[in-house]
């Protein structure tokens, strides 16, 4: 078993499909404000055993720290529509952080370049084969870059686009069509490539929909409250993915 999902299996067993509440099928370029780097306090989680997700602070020059409301809101959807035991807190790690094989899930958000050095794919690799997961969302500028980013992580594997029918878009929620669209970007349809290892995605990279910007406060960018409950309903099926595979 993965080292990572031998630390949550025992934990999920007993907790996530306990009196899980029925999950409910989900209904049928723009000017961006200045974003505010993110510098919370260090604060401590009382339960230990918490399902943690952190963002990922990367390198090449992206704003990593865009949508400082997204990571909190999203936990806390989360915890209001599931059992699952998570640490509603924002954790932030870069590849090396002594800390990066505590945290199952990676999330990646903004605009621009993200580049991994070669000590930086080395260790990333060592953790999605572990059992982690990293889902980077595309918040605009990321496309054509990042998916080059994803062939070099994995030369040997080859970056597919998910078929409608993945297990992603059905693993809490139904997503028949596939990823939600919540904001326009290039005004073509929304796309989720993926690198899988032995039948598991281990990157999911989400282009032409940015469910992470609809993660964020309302009044951020002014979505439509439906808007908001599909962007949080396709994050909380990559979460349930990335535990349970």
Known sequence: M???HLILTGLLLATMFVGLKVAAQSAPGSTLPIPIPINRPVQQDPNPSSIRIARLHYSGGGDWYWGGSAIPNFLRFVKSNTDFPVDTLERQVTIAD???FKYPFLFATGH????????????LRTYLLGGGF??????YGMDKGF???????????????????HPIYHSFYDFPNGPPKIHEHDNQAPRGYAIAVEGRVVIYFLVESDIGDGWEDPQVHNDPPE?????????????????LN
Do not use: C, H, W
């Open 98 to 100: 002594p800390d990066l």
């Open 147 to 165: 998916r080059e980013e994803m062939a070099s992580l994995f030369p040997e594997r080859q970056v597919i686009e998910l078929p409608f029918d």
């Open 2 to 4: 993965r080292p990572i």
């Open 134 to 139: 990293l889902f980077v969302n595309d918040s």
């Open 227 to 243: 808007k908001r409950e599909e962007a949080f309903r396709m994050g909380l099926n990559l979460l349930t993915y990335a535990l």
């Open 112 to 123: 621009g370049v993200i580049k991994f050095s070669a000590e930086e794919k080395e260790r």
